[in-house]
């Protein structure tokens, strides 16, 4: 199982150096990496034509990332009162 996240930006190392690279993934898609372990991979992807190329991540290589984590609420309005 591959999760693939995509950016635009201009990464010129991703293949050895993730650092840059801003995605989101949910609870739920952090713990199928955890729960797959070797048979799940994160491929982070950067589609710039001045840097394509990516970076695989499977639980251990996610866990030992340098990264900010933070909770992000979505809201739907569903009706006006």
Do not use: H
């Amino acid at each position: 199982m591959v999760e693939i996240k995509v950016t635009r930006k201009f990464l010129p190392n991703l293949a050895n150096d993730p650092r840059g690279f801003f995605f989101g993934i949910t609870e739920n898609e952090e713990m199928l990496l955890k729960v797959f372990g070797q048979n799940a991979s994160l491929c982070l992807v950067s589609v710039n034509p001045e840097s394509e190329g990516y970076f695989l991540a499977n639980w251990d290589t996610f866990q030992g990332m340098n990264m900010n984590k933070r909770i992000q609420y979505q809201i739907s309005v569903r009706n006006l009162r």
